[in-house]
């Protein structure tokens, strides 16, 4: 009986390890989601369309409103980032909501970004966009957008 207790005790403590090191690997990989999404936050508010396209993957789908589905890196790259184009509009990000599968592969990102520009009147406008991000962490630990889907509030 003593040896019962004692196994039942190493396997407790080794799945209170297990669990341990789990929550660990996915706070990591939920910090590396957070840089992730923060870095592209900035390349876009820098209006830096390479470093943009750098963060989606090479099968990323996107669905902008009111448009055709843009499906695949080559089609991402050749797509017109209105916001990144036009040098009279200026984003700020906001990631509002992170968070990352058990398996830490696959997370999500939920941003609020607030885009000015000047009016037809010449006077300020601006518009508030929810931008939903599905991420993959690729084989290096970087993660990629998979895919990518906003729309405005208004």
């Known amino acids: 009986m003593k040896h019962g ?10 799945m209170n390890g297990c669990t341990q090191e789990s929550a660990q690997s996915l706070e990591t990989a ?4 957070r840089d992730a999404a923060d870095g592209y936050h900035e390349a876009a508010s820098a209006k830096d369309r390479d470093a943009v396209v750098a963060f989606y993957a090479d099968d990323a789908v996107m669905i902008p409103p009111n448009a055709e589905r843009v499906e695949g890196i080559d089609e991402v790259r050749n797509y017109r980032f209105g916001f990144i184009e036009n040098l009279s509009i200026e984003t700020q990000f906001e990631t509002i909501r992170t968070d990352v599968s058990t398996g830490g592969d696959l997370g999500w990102t939920l941003a609020i970004v607030e885009v000015t520009f000047a009016g037809p009147d010449g006077e300020p406008a601006g518009d508030r966009i929810r931008d939903f991000h599905v991420w993959k962490r690729q084989a290096d630990g970087s ?7 906003w729309n405005s509030e208004t």
């Open 5 to 14: 207790w004692t196994l039942a005790a190493l396997a407790l403590a080794v």
């Open 30 to 33: 939920m910090a590396a989601l």
């Open 143 to 149: 993660w990629k957008v998979i895919v990518d889907v």
